[in-house]
């Protein structure tokens, strides 16, 4: 009896860890910018494989000993010619702080595949801690709907992401 309530015991611990540990997934991407601009900013599709899939298992690494609550939305990420790069989440519920800003020094220290000109802006589906992803069709981070009705063209992608960058 004393040997069953152990193997019990011991298998509701091994669940237990691995029901507190963050299991992130990524799906389909989200480009803000029609291929022919993609071309113009010389855009390499290999190179931007090689990126995304960088980035997803960094990010999985990074958070894979986290607790965090179930959530699902986008990460969006924009890259500047200059190789800087800047993240935003667009999650609901919201990630915490301190996992938004890991999560955006995890991209930040990956070397972005290069831009010829201005910036190249898309997004990529996550979930945390759920097989269920996002149905919402666009990407729309909090503050960017009230930087939008600041811009002259608030169209523009590149302008958009320029006014919230992070200096």
Do not use: C
């Not at 010389?42 to 000993?65: E, P």
């Not at 990460?75 to 955006?104: C, F, G």
């Amino acid at each position: 009896m004393q040997l069953l309530k152990t193997l019990i015991a011991s298998a509701l611990l091994s669940i237990s860890a691995l029901a507190s540990a963050a299991d992130t997934r990524f799906d389909s991407f989200y480009f803000f910018q029609p291929e022919s601009v993609l071309q113009e900013k010389g855009v390499n599709v290999d190179s931007l494989g090689r990126y995304t899939r960088a980035v997803q298992t960094q990010i999985y690494k990074s958070l894979k000993n986290a607790k965090l609550p179930a959530s699902s939305g986008y990460l969006v990420i924009a890259i500047r010619s200059d190789e800087e790069v800047a993240t935003w989440l667009d999650m609901k519920p919201v990630v915490h702080e301190y996992y938004d800003n890991q999560i955006y020094e995890v991209v930040k220290n990956l070397q972005p595949p290069q831009i010829k000109k201005g910036i190249f802006v898309f997004a990529i589906k996550m979930a945390i801690d759920t097989p269920v992803h996002t149905r919402k069709p666009v990407p729309n981070p909090p503050g960017w709907d009230d930087a939008r009705k600041k811009l002259a063209d608030p169209g523009s992608i590149e302008h958009l992401v320029l006014s919230l960058w992070p200096e």
